[in-house]
């Protein structure tokens, strides 16, 4: 019996043990790591010691990292401590290998930089390796009060980083493997919710990714329409993450190479990157606006943009003469219909050539650009950077050989040439040709300007300061910086090797990696294009503004279509080439909210589409949708139609002019949220999110958004819709048309939007500084200014203005400019200059005040600054909004207005009517009783 017993006791180990193992080796979907993220096979799959599985499941791959994985680090001795945080050696587990040419050796640096920003970094520990040149603001010291700690398993090693006050882990690469080799590095991450915000960029169909659907996000800069998928022009490997708790945390990747993200259910974020060393940020918050003040403080603030910026912008690529910008202009003037900005597309160029203008086509321009600038207009031209190079005596060209600024061939060491916009001499386009043989035909070799040369300051800014003597410009715009280019990598084609053809190529669009852009191989000043490719429009955009600012000797403004962490710094973005189609408006907002997110608030999409031709109705909601894009820009390519406002007729144009007024009436509102960006990093328009974290509802709102903390704006997206479904978070809400407080609240309501109307809303407890609108903003600066005050639930207000001359350059820096803080209660309100270091003689004077949400009574009294100005009031007590104006009270001084108010009797037995229906009611029942 006792022999029986132990074999069976021996078979239940057995089988016990033989069932752990195989429990303990099987992977749920949601949690599969891609091990083969190229199409592979069983074989293959295997052969990097990883699992094959079949799954019906779309997204889940069928190779993936067993959890008995061999490969992967462990740390080797022990972790040290270091002056800003600890450092650890890692070493390689086994020779088991995805791509080959492992690192044997990777250092690990944590440094506590702030006491709510972590850095932690994986780099080669024998070899240097290239590192993104973007600075970040760094300390010399460990935080001495951090928010987080950090911890480490040895083997196989991870890195956990958490929360200290309620132990949330915020950063968790156990649930991947480290992998780092020569030209494919990979680590995994389990962020602790599904609410992931960023990457970028790609178009995405909603500001939350949806992880369950297996995304990859593809990241490395490129020219490619919007609407086709993958990645874009910008390079932002950055994201927020909501904690199921209402706080928030962002995470940034320093890494300019090609890569991408793939997000899963687990939740699971994998970075795959082609080059360069893993340089991680993480940011605490607590609060979604923190994360950005936080990301911004460590990359760099936004640039302060011009007030004109601000205007309402017209352009077209294919005005073809001149004739048509001035009647464009001229129609817009006659239809009352305001705007700041005309530009100039390619087609003002000499055969597309840089720093030239057609003198036949655009004859008199700069005679033009003066007289618009008179009337107080304002003119960009674009600038590409491919530089043609077959005309003779093409200064553009010669100068750059003479300062050797163009990028190299990796082969021959000589000029790389590719082919982009600019044309041969006397030829005539046959436009029936394919896109292709056109390209082949007549497009010129170019040259691309290498701008981490030590010369192109010398060769950009000359160029451009030259031009501007010629052309008054007032700001660039800069275009096709990925850069773009016509053929795949050069003229004939990239040579065979290990860059332009690496072991592993991202899920990027192309069949190469130099498909529409230069030959990775290329050689610029600092290093190959292969690492600082995404980095090629944000290091144009540096030179740029200081050319820019130079030749104008104002603050200037550059719109760049390439960006990278930090561009926000010195130029503003658009979304690119998209197109005349509903679905493109709730992407445009997406968008806007992202670059927000990424330190790029002046952002904005073309409106009414770049290519197609938009409906009447369509670009009238695309209107009234621009009208709150930061960037306010109507723009449309070649062969389209006019779809500026005056081109629909007259009704189009009176409801365009409806909204165009009230975004010129709220541009000190606008400004002083750049104002606020520039100072701390806050975003200025902001997912509804951010204001309330603590309401989960708001977490997937992207068809509503916000300006700052205190407008929302809800606007029709759809084809034949007069309604609006908007959701109300809790606090008090007023219409900003008529000051009606909002009967609703922590609630979803439709509202009425006709085809004249955009549904805005003003949060109580702010108090917003707004302008008489006017045909242009030189104008519209001299007009009156006014405040709308919204009271919250306790019954106060506050708010402020932010007031310069518009556009000399570092105002803030120089304490060139005035800074009012408003404040009120019930019982009236305070003007207090808190700034005063600016002095002009056309300083404007605030001349009303709207007060929204005051109790119902009848005015008695209103005084300002002690004197009875009852006169210049009236008081819905329906709409209980109070209404003051004929004011013409200096800008640059303290007031205070006071008002009284006694109770309105019938609102005083309105109040009590329940009570006393109340007491009617018991007095009955005790008479009855009585009666019985």
């Not at 080799?181 to 915000?197: A, C, G, M, R, T």
């Not at 910008?325 to 817009?332: A, C, T, W």
């Not at 200014?785 to 306790?794: E, K, S, T, Y």
Request: aromatic letters at 14%.
């Amino acid at each position: 019996m006792a022999s029986l017993y132990n074999q069976t006791m021996l078979l239940y180990l057995v089988v016990t043990v033989a069932l752990s193992s195989v429990f303990a080796e099987h992977v749920l979907d949601k949690d599969k790591i891609d091990c083969y993220p190229e199409i592979g096979n069983q074989t293959l799959c295997e052969a990097r010691g990883c699992t094959w599985e079949e799954s019906r499941s779309k997204g889940v791959p069928w190779c993936f990292f067993p959890q008995s994985y061999q490969g992967g680090y462990k740390i080797d001795g022990e972790v040290r401590e270091t002056q800003l945080g600890y450092q650890a050696t890692l070493k390689r587990r086994s020779s088991t290998t995805i791509y080959g040419d492992d690192i044997d050796e990777v250092v690990l640096d944590v440094e506590f930089q702030t006491d709510d920003r972590v850095r932690f970094k994986l780099y080669d520990a024998k070899k240097k390796r290239y590192e993104v040149p973007v600075p970040i603001t760094s300390t010399t010291s460990k935080a001495s009060n951090a928010n987080y700690r950090a911890e480490f398993q040895r083997d196989p090693f991870s890195l956990k980083i958490l929360r200290k006050d309620n132990d949330v882990v915020i950063w968790d690469s156990s649930v991947g493997v480290l992998i780092f080799e020569d030209q494919y590095i990979q680590i995994s991450n389990k962020p602790p919710s599904l609410f992931v915000y960023g990457f970028g960029e790609q178009e995405h169909k909603s500001f939350k990714h949806n992880l369950s659907a297996w995304e990859v996000l593809p990241i490395f800069t490129r020219d490619q329409f919007p609407f086709s998928g993958g990645n874009l022009y910008g390079h932002h490997p950055f994201y927020t993450c909501m904690e199921t708790d209402g706080k928030s945390h962002g995470v940034f990747l320093m890494n300019s190479n090609a890569m991408d993200v793939a997000l899963q259910p687990k939740p699971a974020i994998t970075y795959r990157t082609i080059g360069g060393i893993l340089d991680f940020y993480i940011f605490l918050g607590p609060s979604p606006e923190d994360v950005i003040k936080q990301y911004t403080e460590a990359i760099g603030r936004t640039f302060l943009p011009p007030y004109w910026s601000l205007g309402f912008q017209l352009s077209r690529w294919g005005y073809n003469k001149i004739e048509t910008v001035k009647n464009l202009v001229g129609n817009m003037t006659e239809q009352n219909l305001p705007q700041d900005v005309q530009y100039g597309d390619i087609d003002y160029m000499i055969r597309h050539k840089d720093f030239t203008y057609d003198p036949v086509s655009f004859k008199g321009l700069p005679e033009f650009v003066r007289s618009i600038k008179n009337d107080g207009l304002r003119y960009i031209i674009i600038l590409d950077p491919a530089i043609g190079a077959n005309d003779t005596d093409y200064r553009p060209y010669d100068l750059g050989n003479e300062l050797n600024v163009f990028i190299k061939d990796g082969d021959s060491g000589k000029n790389l040439f590719g082919k982009v916009w600019p044309t041969f001499e006397n030829i005539t386009m046959n436009d029936s040709l394919p896109w292709d043989e056109k390209t082949r035909l007549y497009r010129q070799f170019a040259a691309f300007p290498d701008y981490f040369h030590p010369n192109i300051s010398k060769y950009w800014k000359n160029l451009i300061k030259d031009f501007h003597k010629i052309i008054e410009f007032d700001g660039l715009w800069i275009d096709m910086n990925e850069p773009a280019n016509f053929v795949a990598g050069r003229v004939g084609g990239c040579s065979k090797n290990k860059w332009d053809y690496p072991p592993y190529k991202p899920r990027i669009i192309g069949d190469i990696m130099a498909d529409k852009t230069v030959c990775m191989n290329a050689k610029q000043h600092n290093d190959l294009h292969y690492n600082v490719h995404s980095l090629y429009g944000w290091s144009q955009t540096l030179v740029t503004l200081d050319a820019a600012r130079e030749s104008t000797g104002k603050r200037s403004i550059v719109i760049s279509r390439s960006t990278f962490a930090s561009s926000g710094k010195y130029a503003g973005h658009w979304l690119g080439d998209n197109k005349a189609s509903w679905d493109q408006l709730h992407t445009s907002i997406i968008g806007m909210l992202e670059f927000n997110l990424f330190g790029i608030p002046y952002i904005g999409a073309d409106v009414c589409g770049f290519f197609d031709h938009p409906t009447s109705e369509m670009c009238l909601r695309w209107t009234q949708l621009g009208a709150f894009y930061p960037f306010f820009r109507n723009h449309n390519g070649f062969g389209n139609k006019a779809q500026d406002p005056t081109a629909f007729g007259d009704e189009f144009a009176s409801n365009a002019r409806k909204v165009l007024r009230t975004r010129y009436r709220l541009l000190p509102f606008l400004y002083t949220l750049f104002y606020e960006a520039h100072m701390e990093g806050s975003t200025v328009v902001r997912p509804v999110m951010h204001e309330f974290a603590d309401d989960k509802e708001t977490w997937g709102i992207d068809r509503q958004f916000l300006w700052g903390p205190s407008l929302l704006i809800s606007p029709v997206l759809d084809e034949g819709k007069t309604t609006v479904d908007a959701y109300f978070p809790d606090d008090r809400w007023y219409d900003y048309n008529t000051g009606k407080e909002m009967s609703i609240r922590k609630s979803h309501v439709t509202l009425d939007a006709p085809i004249d109307h955009v549904p805005l809303h003003v949060r109580g407890g702010h108090i917003i500084p707004t302008q008489e609108p006017a045909i242009n903003t030189a104008l519209s600066r001299q007009n009156p200014l006014g405040l709308i005050v919204a009271f919250g639930d306790d019954g106060i207000a506050s708010g402020q203005l932010f007031w310069d001359d518009g556009e000399s350059i570092d105002t803030v820096e120089s304490n060139e400019y005035l800074l009012i803080k408003f404040s009120s209660q019930e019982s009236g309100m305070k003007f207090s200059v808190e700034k005063n270091g600016f002095v002009a003689p056309d300083l404007p004077k605030w001349g009303s005040v709207d007060v929204y949400g005051l109790s119902a009574g009848i005015l008695v009294s209103l005084s300002v600054n002690g004197e009875d100005m009852k006169e210049k009031a009236t008081y819905d007590i329906n709409y209980k909004v109070l209404k003051i104006t004929g004011l013409s009270l200096d800008v640059n001084k303290d007031h205070t207005i006071d008002w009284e108010f006694e109770p309105n009797p019938k609102a005083a037995v309105r109040k009590i009517e329940p009570y006393i229906t109340a007491v009617v009611v018991l007095l009955l029942v005790v008479f009855i009783s009585c009666s019985y």
